[in-house]
């Protein structure tokens, strides 16, 4: 028996792949669901085997977006003293590359947790949205902020205060999404695109992720800087060496993780 109850877990090769698995609910992000995306995050993030995550849902919906039925008679204090979804942080606090794989229906919640992963790659059904107006509420696990960053401050507006949806080719458009392809074959696609990820080397790639990240808290210079104390770490890697001498040797690199 699977020691999950809401997502579903494999490994395909050096990928690591994270199945939302409530289509009752259209994979409504309850905490039980997201004690055990984290838990799952978590350990493939510390395994060496697996160099990228995929986290994904069903054809009809990524997440339709934190689960209602278990908010709606929650008190203010309720959701203070629990400190509502506050573990989701543990997620953005994974050092492993995580792909976002959305197929249909990234809403709420749904979006944002997409948006907490590092690539946002989009079936072309996919659709995206913040809707929480529609229910009295507006977003509360980092859409005001994540989707600002992504696509800039009148299109976060508008899609908040509206709470319409956006295809995937506009969240293309808009710097949501990084790629957007067929539904056909989707969910293999996307698992190719962390498995090219995953053949690099895992620490180099931690790093890398690190610095981008650096541009969303720190100032230019700073970040700059964080960057290449990071750059200069990556020549303590056997990766490194292994990366430029097969380079200058006209081979494939065979990175180990060390
Ligand atoms: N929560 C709970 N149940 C859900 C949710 C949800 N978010 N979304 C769908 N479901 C359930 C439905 O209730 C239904 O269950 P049942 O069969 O028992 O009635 C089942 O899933 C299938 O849904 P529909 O019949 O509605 O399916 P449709 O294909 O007709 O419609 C939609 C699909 C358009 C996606 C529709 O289900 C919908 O609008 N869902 C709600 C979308 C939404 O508003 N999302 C935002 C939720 S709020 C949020 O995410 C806040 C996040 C911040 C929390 C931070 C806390 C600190």
Redesign the pocket.
Known sequence: MSEYENILTETRERVGIITLNRP???N??NEATMREVVRAARAFDADPGVGAVVLTGSE??FA????????ADKSSMD?YLAD??AEWEQFTRLRIPVVAAVSG?A????C?LAMMCDIVVASETARFGQ??I??G?F???G?SQRLTRAVGKSKAMDMILTGRTMTAEEAERAGLVSRVLPAEGFLDEAVAIAATIASKSKPVAMMAKEAVNAAFEMGLGQGVLFERRLFHSAFATKDQKEGMAAFVAKRDPEFTGE
């Open positions: 009752k609910a259209l409504a992000l009809k919906a339709a977006g934190a689960d209602i039925k278990e908010m959701m509502w979804f229906h809403l709420g919640g749904g944002e809707p929480e529609n229910l509420i977003p509360g696990m859409g």
